[in-house]
C-alpha cells in the first residue's frame, strides 16, 4: 500500500514560484504512475494538473499549466515533485498528489484511476 504526504504550499505573489513534495512510503515510484490534481475554492472535482508515467518517463500537463509547472520524481528519496514557476490567480488551489496502483505504470486524467492521495497543501496566489 503507498502512502503520500505532500507538503510545500504557501501563499505566494503572482509570478513567484513554489515546489511541491510528496514524499511516498511504500513500493518504489518506478512501479506506478504519479499525478498531482488540485481543487479550486467552491469546486467539486478535483482536476488533474500533472502525471508522469512510470513505464516510459513521459509527463503530461493541464493545457492551464504547460510551460509553467514541472512534475518530477527523485527515486532515491521516494518522492515527488511539482515544480511551478509564474503562479497567477487562478492557480490557488489545494494540491494533491496521488499514485495509481502498483503496476499501473501509465498516466490517467482522471482521479478515479489513482488509489493513494496525500493529504492536500494549499496554495494560494495572490498580491
Known amino acids: 500500500q503507498v502512502q503520500l504526504v505532500d507538503s510545500g504550499g504557501g501563499l505566494v505573489q503572482p509570478g513567484d514560484s513554489l515546489r511541491l513534495s510528496c514524499e511516498v512510503s511504500?513500493?518504489?515510484?518506478?512501479?506506478?504512475?504519479i499525478g498531482w490534481f488540485r481543487q479550486a475554492p467552491g469546486q467539486q472535482e478535483r482536476d488533474g494538473v500533472a502525471c508522469r508515467s512510470s513505464s516510459d518517463g513521459m509527463t503530461y500537463y493541464a493545457d492551464s499549466v504547460k510551460g509553467r509547472f514541472t512534475i518530477s520524481r527523485d527515486n532515491a528519496k521516494n518522492t515527488m515533485y511539482l515544480q511551478m514557476t509564474n503562479l497567477k490567480p487562478e492557480d490557488t488551489a489545494v494540491y494533491f498528489c496521488a499514485a495509481r496502483d502498483v503496476s499501473y505504470y501509465y498516466c490517467s486524467n482522471y482521479g478515479r484511476d489513482f488509489n493513494s492521495w496525500g493529504q492536500g497543501t494549499q496554495v494560494t496566489v495572490s498580491s
Open positions: 511504500g513500493p518504489s515510484l518506478d512501479h506506478y504512475a
